[in-house]
T-cell receptor, first 112, second 116 residues
Framework: GNSVTQMEGPVTLSEEAFLTINCTYT??????LFWYVQYPGEGLQLLLK?????DKGSNKGFEATYRKETTSFHLEKGSVQVSDSAVYFC???????????FGTGTSLTVIP | DVKVTQSSRYLVKRTGEKVFLECVQD?????MFWYRQDPGLGLRLIYF???????EKGDIPEGYSVSREKKERFSLILESASTNQTSMYLC???????????????FGNGTRLTVT
């Protein structure tokens, strides 16, 4: 079947620290991969995506590379800011069907 | 930018009431979705619609129904609200992307429903 597993939170980092949030997936087809971010009291916003192997998605200093060999799509940022405090969701969509499959979310808190 | 608008940010309803949650998107998207989000359970799909008057059950449709009379509007209906339906409800839309699967979901800001 299709599923996404992401690292458990919560994660607490100091400002300017390096961030990695792990995400692995299983998929019956050839998936597209996404990272979404949810700020307090808001809906989910698309952060970045990648649609084929070795693609790198990037936005706002965040990056993730589609690794087919390890079925992974880890989110990274070199220097986090307090404003990055949010919940991050990894998700996949396969070519057939219309559903998205979400991880359970990882809460990030960045302290000054 | 795609805009998905949910009519209410906060709602408080009583047990047994019929509740309507409204969602409108402005990008002529074919597909619309309703999720609920609960702590520790992540996002769970309630229903989705791929065309006007068409609907498909998601993972947790019990106690809910939906209506899509116009392409831009997708309504979630709680026929008789219960306390276990207290949750954050998220609407999303998605365009057609051929067979690539790469078209993202676009979410509204959510409706936090409390049933007392």
């Amino acid at each position: 079947g299709n599923s996404v597993t992401q690292m458990e939170g919560p994660v607490t980092l100091s400002e300017e620290a390096f961030l990695t949030i792990n995400c692995t997936y299983t998929a019956t087809g050839y998936p597209s991969l996404f990272w979404y971010v949810q700020y307090p009291g808001e809906g989910l916003q698309l952060l970045l995506k990648a649609t084929k192997a070795d693609d790198k998605g990037s936005n706002k200093g965040f990056e993730a590379t589609y690794r087919k060999e390890t079925t992974s799509f880890h989110l990274e940022k070199g220097s986090v800011q307090v404003s990055d405090s949010a919940v991050y969701f990894c998700a996949l969509s396969v070519m057939t069907g219309n559903q998205f499959y979400f991880g359970t979310g990882t809460s990030l808190t960045v302290i000054p | 930018d795609v805009k998905v608008t949910q009519s209410s940010r906060y709602l408080v309803k009583r047990t047994g009431e019929k509740v309507f949650l409204e969602c409108v998107q402005d990008m002529d998207h074919e597909n619309m979705f309703w999720y609920r989000q609960d702590p520790g359970l992540g996002l769970r799909l309630i229903y989705f619609s791929y065309d006007v008057k068409m609907k498909e059950k998601g993972d947790i449709p019990e106690g809910y129904s939906v209506s899509r009379e116009k392409k831009e509007r997708f309504s979630l209906i709680l026929e008789s609200a219960s306390t276990n339906q207290t949750s954050m409800y998220l609407c999303a839309s998605r365009g057609v992307s051929g067979n690539s699967g790469g078209s993202p979901l676009h979410f509204g800001n959510g409706t936090r429903l409390t049933v007392t």
